[in-house]
């Protein structure tokens, strides 16, 4: 089971129980300055398209009738999605304006066409960078243990609130059925170019397959 580091800052409003987990247990080494500006594209770096400025933001593939698409989301995204779900929560992933991320969020949607229900494991993704670095999800439980070790009153009730959001350890997608929820990560390394996201132990009825979504970026003029 992967390990936190328990966080070091003083007790804040539990809904951003997320971003204080991130900055204790991010990345080892991630940088928390500001970059320039870029979006985050699917497939893997191209000169020519990082040039001309064009690309497509979601990946897709269709496993034996299921349908994963990933796409990154930046701050406004995301906070529109978290708005979808839960419009009475705030973006528990926000920092204040001006400071630099802290995570890496992506929405993951499974239409699950097969003959058979499909499960998914969050904690076997894992994003890989050309930066040689790994990073795992967050997960519930991560959450649980640091709502406790920050005093949070109700730490159950603050993970119901965050569980529509995000994927946990384990969830089923019943065969005609659509889910939707967030991947979270901790910051991109300093200098990366491109990474891979590699979901394995993906099983669909009795079959265990693999996939990979490669992402990169691509910086904004102005």
Same mark, same amino acid.
């Given at each position: ?10 007790? @804040? ?8 987990? /991130? ?18 594209? !699917?497939?893997?770096?191209? #000169? ?10 979601? !990946? ?12 990154? /989301?930046?701050?406004?995204? @995301? ?16 920092? #204040? ?22 499960? =998914? ?12 670095? %790994? ?9 649980? @243990? ?10 159950? #009730? ?8 995000? =994927? ?8 005609? @059925?659509?889910?939707? #929820?967030?991947?979270? =990560?901790? %910051?991109?390394?300093?200098?990366? *170019? ?8 993906? %099983? ?8 990979? =979504?490669?992402?990169? *970026? ?5």
């Amino acid at each position: 089971m992967r390990r936190v580091d328990s966080p070091t800052a003083p007790c @804040r409003p539990a809904i951003v129980l997320l971003s204080l987990f /991130l900055a204790a247990g991010g990345t080892a080494g991630a940088s928390s300055r500001a970059q320039g500006p870029y979006r985050v594209l !699917a497939g893997p770096y191209s #000169r020519q398209e990082n040039k001309a400025g064009t690309g497509h933001s979601a !990946a897709r593939t269709t496993l034996k009738g299921l349908t994963i698409t990933v796409e990154f /989301l930046g701050r406004e995204a @995301r906070a529109a999605f978290v708005n979808a779900v839960a419009p009475s929560m705030p973006d528990p992933f926000a920092v #204040r304006p001006g400071r630099a991320e802290i995570y890496s969020t992506f929405r993951v949607a499974f239409d699950n066409q097969s003959p058979a229900d499909a499960l =998914f494991q969050a904690g076997n993704v894992v994003m890989i960078t050309d930066r040689k670095t %790994q990073d795992f999800p967050v997960d519930l439980t991560d959450l649980y @243990r640091v709502a406790e070790e920050i005093g949070a009153a109700d730490p159950e #009730r603050t993970i119901d609130r965050i569980a529509p959001i995000i =994927f946990d350890s384990s969830t089923t997608i019943p065969r005609g @059925r659509t889910i939707e #929820r967030l991947l979270v =990560f901790g %910051q991109f390394p300093e200098k990366w *170019k491109e990474f891979v996201l590699h979901f394995s132990f993906l %099983q669909i009825g009795t079959e265990t397959l693999t996939v990979s =979504f490669h992402f990169h *970026k691509q910086p904004l003029s102005g």
